[in-house]
């Protein structure tokens, strides 16, 4: 793999704990009594705003890594990396985060499936 495409891993992995957190972290946040007394429309808000960081490092990887801009991923490959990091990043958010979480035998079944995806979605 060339620098574009650690470049490109490394700006997903950014991205994602940008996503992890506007789309879950409001679930841990509402223990603390001032963010539970926001309404929908407040946590939507702050959501979008930490989505905004999201973005900004998802669409520079998107670009960066796409081999229509010179990079070293096909769309597809893309999509599927994306996606791997997005489950790793959410298992180690959801364990860490919601004690109340576990990791079962199905999970880890269902993240070698996605890992066996990336193996074929590279595979010539």
């Known amino acids: 793999m060339n620098l574009a495409g650690l ?24 223990e603390y009594s001032w963010f539970a007394a926001l309404p929908l429309l407040g946590v939507i808000l702050i959501s979008w705003g930490i989505a905004f ?6 669409v520079p990887a998107n670009r960066l890594g796409f081999q229509g801009n010179g990079g070293p991923f096909s769309l597809m490959q893309l999509k599927i990396i994306q996606e791997v990091i997005t489950l790793t990043v959410f298992v180690l958010f959801s364990t860490l985060a919601f004690k109340t979480e576990t990791f079962r035998w199905n999970h880890v079944l269902a993240f070698v499936f996605l890992v066996a995806a990336v193996y074929l979605v590279f595979k010539k």
């Open 7 to 30: 470049y490109t891993i490394l700006l997903l992995v950014v991205s994602n704990v940008f996503m992890t957190f506007a789309w879950y972290g409001h679930l841990k946040m509402k």
């Open 53 to 58: 960081f999201e973005y900004c490092f998802q």
